[in-house]
T-cell receptor, first 112, second 113 residues
Framework: EAQVTQNPRYLITVTGKKLTVTCSQN?????MSWYRQDPGLGLRQIYY???????DKGDVPEGYKVSRKEKRNFPLILESPSPNQTSLYFC???????????FGNGTRLTVT | QKEVEQNSGPLSVPEGAIASLNCTYS??????FFWYRQYSGKSPELIMS????GDKEDGRFTAQLNKASQYVSLLIRDSQPSDSATYLC?????????????FGQGTILTVHP
């Protein structure tokens, strides 16, 4: 089954404790992207990747890191999480940048 | 001005009516436009994509694009209670921000029986 898999689905952590949210797709997509969704603010793009080793900042990249060492994986790293990063995070992928996105099921992160 | 702005909701329509959702964008070189639907607690899913001026129809859904006015809309004909969801407009940037996809804040649609 074609899918985008995010893990974990739920995560509660404390300020400053490094964490990684994994994202994997099995559709051989070139384009991958991370979003956060907050009430009243909609989906905001954090980082995107057009292909392996090619990443770029979206609208809200501060406090986040990404890497794209393999085509299928695009992990999101929070080196020192803060409470303002409490949010619902979505990973998404598409064949190329102009194609519609396939979204993962989301990761709800709480930073206390 | 927000890069992508949707008409403020929530929008409530009776079953069987036409629901009209609107979106304006600021990047004049944008070329690709998408409408996604998101049910509460779920991931967004694609409804329509549109790339050229004019109308594009798919079943009960019609997307309309006017690049000169920087405006894209979604019409839902014969609205059903199952259409109740948040609708998200997304615009792909052109120029130097080649891969940046910006979403509007979403419009909540409620279709009441």
């Amino acid at each position: 089954e074609a899918q985008v898999t995010q893990n974990p689905r739920y995560l509660i952590t404390v300020t400053g404790k490094k964490l990684t949210v994994t994202c994997s797709q099995n559709m051989n997509h070139e384009y991958m992207s991370w979003y956060r969704q907050d009430p009243g603010l909609g989906l905001r793009q954090i980082y995107y990747s057009m292909n392996v080793e090619v990443t770029d900042k979206g609208d809200v990249p501060e406090g986040y890191k990404v890497s794209r060492k393999e085509k299928r994986n695009f992990p999101l790293i929070l080196e020192s999480p803060s409470p303002n990063q409490t949010s619902l995070y979505f990973c998404a992928s598409s064949f190329d940048r102009e194609s519609p996105l396939h979204f993962g099921n989301g990761t709800r992160l709480t930073v206390t | 001005q927000k890069e992508v702005e949707q008409n403020s909701g929530p929008l409530s329509v009776p079953e069987g009516a036409i629901a009209s959702l609107n979106c304006t964008y600021s990047d004049r070189v944008s070329q690709s436009f998408f409408w996604y639907r998101q049910y509460s607690g779920k991931s967004p899913e694609l409804i329509m994509s549109i790339y050229s001026n004019g109308d594009k129809e798919d079943g009960r859904f019609t997307a309309q694009l006017n690049k000169a006015s920087q405006y894209v809309s979604l019409l839902i004909r014969d609205s059903q209670p199952s259409d109740s969801a948040t609708y998200l407009c997304a615009v792909l940037a052109g120029g130097t921000s080649y891969g940046k996809l910006t979403f509007g804040q979403g419009t909540i649609l409620t279709v009441h029986p």
